[in-house]
């Protein structure tokens, strides 16, 4: 005992050198008569990381103190349940709602000076743990960052990140237009726009990226900067499936379309058609023809049910219906039908019914090429027997009534899509327009976090087992969308190398100091 109060005692003389002196003092003092050696080690680096962990937030209070809140806070008590799945539930030191690009610029170079780590949230909807949340560090959240406004000839939205598109459909239905942003009413703007972005209006104007012209961002410098065709044009590419690896977007400004009515809804079929279902999809996918068309074709198990067949079919045009190009799938007798004409702010709110809160959650993404209709179907095929295949061994191992959800579906994206794309100035992604892609995705949604590495495991094991069966057959292709994939995928180099290698030295360039690989540490990172 003795010697533990003489080793508190050279703990209390060295550490009165130190800033934290005294709550390490106090710590040493109180514990010396009743720890040992380890013990004492124990609390006094227990106390220094709690330390280094608020020090991100006491330096941010310090000087932006309006927009830091603190455990204790109705804000951070809102801002830090304000996520789509519990997947991205985590418990950050404190969260810091800035008031404008300016201030978050402020923010960066504060948290820079003390090396703290940050998360970012836009609309929460990356069911990615530790994309968008942090434990201790801050939590910088883009609720206050809410411009919403039209230019004079209502050409240009100018959208904030703190939005989810259905609340940007809403405000646009009365002017008869729309933005090719999120099909689903709950997901967030900026994850969808810096991932390049799958929309309805996709076979018209490329991806969601592809319609945006201006980017205000925060630089890892703090500074904000305004990136377009004619300014920070390195920049500007970038961002456009780049993701947050150069700096934090603060305004979008995007084209709008003129599309006051849509023909649209989901075509529900039952399992006797699946395989006339799939072939619909090859059959859809190999003669991409009509640029108003736009499909999303899933297969829906269900544990000891019959599967489900449904495609939401998108038509853009407010007194055409039926098209020619949906009747592979509109030929086969549906269970169920919503096709109607409807505002697209009505319909992503439909889609948007579809979206469970408070649930664990995964996305995997995977892609398959091919340029015939018996390329596609057999992509197709590969991908749902080797999914469906693999379902048993998911069942075994998690009750019935555990399971949410479990989903496989389909993007195709062609030659209009992507020479859309080129036509408004390209982006990150670098899709071959002599090929047609078919993205896909496997869902699984469940409770209980028991579960959670049942789930990680199965669907790591299924996707290697779908790759390797894909590469078999030469269909496979690397390109994983950001929108749909999962943590333990790659990302950036299913862009290309010469894409890949751009876009790390425009990163460096903007962030030589690496904030956003290091500080930042959620979201796919370059490099």
């Known amino acids: 005992m003795y010697l533990y109060l003489a080793i508190a005692s050279l703990f209390v003389l060295l550490l009165s ?21 380890a013990g004492v080690l124990s609390l006094v680096a227990s106390s220094s990381a709690q330390q280094s962990d608020n020090l991100g937030c006491n330096t941010l209070s310090g000087s932006l103190t309006d927009s830091v809140f603190f455990p204790e806070s109705a804000v951070y008590q809102n801002e830090s349940q304000n996520f789509w799945s519990n997947t991205e539930i985590m ?24 090396n703290a780590q940050f998360a970012v949230r836009g609309g929460g909807h990356m069911g990615i743990r530790g994309s968008n949340n942090i434990d201790n560090g801050v939590l910088i959240v883009m609720s206050a960052l809410n411009t919403l406004e039209l230019n004079d000839d209502q050409s240009i939205l100018s959208v904030g990140p703190s939005y989810r ?5 809403s405000w646009l239905e009365p002017y008869g237009l729309a933005v090719a942003g999120g099909r689903l009413s709950p997901v967030g703007v900026p994850g969808l726009l810096l991932a390049g972005g799958v929309n309805f ?58 599309s006051p009515k849509i023909w649209a809804g989901s075509y529900t079929v039952s399992e006797e058609y699946v395989d006339e279902f799939l072939k619909a999809i090859a059959t859809y996918a190999a003669d991409i023809s009509d640029p108003k068309t736009h499909i999303v074709p899933a297969l829906v198990p269900s544990p000891g049910a019959a599967t489900l067949a449904s495609a939401i079919l998108f038509y853009d045009s407010q007194d055409e219906q039926f098209p020619a190009a949906f009747k592979p799938f509109t ?35 995977g892609t398959v090429v091919g340029t015939t209709f018996k390329d596609l179907h057999r992509g197709i095929s590969i991908i749902n027997s080797t999914f469906f295949e693999r379902l048993p061994s998911l069942y075994a191992q998690i009750p019935a009534e555990n399971i949410a959800i479990i989903q496989l579906d389909w993007q195709p994206i062609g030659a209009l899509w992507m020479d859309a794309s080129a036509k408004a ?45 894909t590469q078999k057959k030469g269909l496979y292709d690397p390109f994983n969308y950001i929108g749909d994939a999962a943590g333990f995928q790659s990302i950036f180099p299913g862009y290309g190398a010469e894409n890949h290698q751009r876009l790390v030295s425009i990163a460096q360039k903007y962030d030589p100091n690496a904030t956003f690989q290091s500080l930042m540490p959620g979201g796919f990172k370059v490099y």
């Open 17 to 37: 050198l130190s800033p934290l002196a005294e709550d390490l003092t106090i710590i040493a003092m109180r514990v010396a008569s009743a720890l040992p050696l």
């Open 91 to 114: 418990s950050p030191s404190c969260v810091f709602r800035p008031a404008s690009a300016e201030e978050l610029g402020e923010a960066i170079k504060l948290l820079k000076s003390v």
């Open 165 to 169: 598109w259905g609340d940007v459909y």
């Open 201 to 258: 209006y996709g076979n018209q104007v490329g991806f969601s990226c592809d319609t945006v012209v201006n980017y205000q961002v925060v630089l890892a410098n703090g500074s904000v900067v305004e990136a377009n065709k004619d300014s920070y044009r390195d920049l500007f590419w970038a961002l456009k499936g780049g993701s947050s690896n150069f700096g934090l977007v603060t305004r979008f400004d995007m084209q709008t379309i003129s």
């Open 331 to 365: 030929d086969i007798p549906a269970v169920s039908s919503t096709l109607a004409f409807k505002t697209l702010s009505e319909f992503s709110a439909e889609l948007g019914q579809m979206v469970t809160d408070g649930i664990n959650d995964i996305f995997v993404a």
């Open 425 to 469: 100035g390209g982006n990150a992604l670098g899709l071959d327009a002599s090929k047609v892609y078919l993205a896909y995705a496997e869902v699984v949604e469940w409770t209980g976090a028991e579960y959670d590495d049942i789930v990680l495991q199965w669907v790591e094991e299924t996707t290697y087992a779908i790759n390797n069966a």
